[in-house]
């Protein structure tokens, strides 16, 4: 069975880092791209990029390029996405989710539970 | 970059009727990159509709998808009480994958 178990929430302040994770299991990750997607309180669903973990290919939506990192642990079988310097606009709702297939082009199929990021002073 | 705009906002129906949502493109998209997902409060979204119309694994076949170029659809021919949620469309095919605003399906 396919699983993506994500890390728990967060509760920071701004300009703190923060990475979260995305654990696949049930399933080979480098072989399958991971996207993130972002959910403001009360909002809709926002694409933020995707990570292929067999080489880190990574592709941003132009809204959060150099606004967030995306990376991979093949290894350990763990997507992340990372902020250097937080903002309260970051506080949301973040949801990493597979592919279907294992095609660039594939839709998502399998979501995380999502890890909520609250940043507040 | 392609903007997806649905319609109604909110849609209010009772039970066993029939919900029909749009979903309309700026630009052409190919229907093997348009996919529909289910929302329920506090829950991860659930793809229900890809490839236009192609029905995701353990989906009941009351759900169905159509349409091409800019305009799509997904029809809920009979709603049950667990249908009651958010639906999102979006284009996976060209970047950045951009998700509708969302159409809220509500007990009339």
């Known amino acids: 069975e396919v699983q993506l178990v994500q890390s728990g929430a967060e509760v920071k302040k701004p300009g703190e880092s923060l990475k979260i994770s995305c654990k696949g299991s049930?399933?080979?990750?480098?072989?399958?791209?991971i996207a993130w997607v972002r959910q403001m309180p009360g909002k809709g669903l926002e694409w933020m990029g995707i990570?292929?973990?067999?080489?880190?290919?990574?592709r941003y939506s132009p809204s959060f390029q150099g606004q967030v990192t995306i990376s991979a642990d093949k290894s350990i079988n763990t997507a992340y996405l990372q902020w250097s310097s937080l903002k309260a606009s970051d506080t949301a709702m973040y949801y990493c989710?597979?592919?279907?297939?294992?095609?660039?082009?594939?839709?998502?199929?399998?979501w995380g539970q999502g890890t909520l990021v609250t940043v507040s002073s | 970059e392609i903007v997806l705009t649905q319609s109604p906002g909110t849609l209010s129906l009772s039970p066993g009727e029939r919900a029909t949502l749009s979903c309309r493109t700026s630009?052409?998209?190919?229907?093997?990159?348009l996919a529909w997902f289910q929302q329920k409060p506090g829950q991860a979204p659930r793809l229900l509709i890809y490839?236009?119309?192609k029905r995701a694994t353990g989906i009941p076949d009351r759900f169905s998808g159509s349409g091409s170029g800019t305009d799509f659809t997904l029809t809920i021919s009979r709603l049950e009480p667990e249908d009651f949620a958010v639906y999102y469309c979006?284009?996976?095919?060209?970047?950045?994958?951009?998700f509708g605003q969302g159409t809220k399906v509500e007990i009339k």
């Open positions: 989710a597979r592919q279907l297939g294992t095609a660039l082009v594939s839709p998502l199929a399998y």
């Open positions: 049930g399933y080979n990750l480098t072989s399958y791209w």
């Open positions: 990570i292929y973990p067999g080489d880190s290919d990574t």
């Open positions: 630009q052409s998209v190919n229907s093997e990159y």
């Open positions: 490839a236009a119309s």
């Open positions: 979006q284009q996976y095919g060209y970047s950045p994958r951009k």
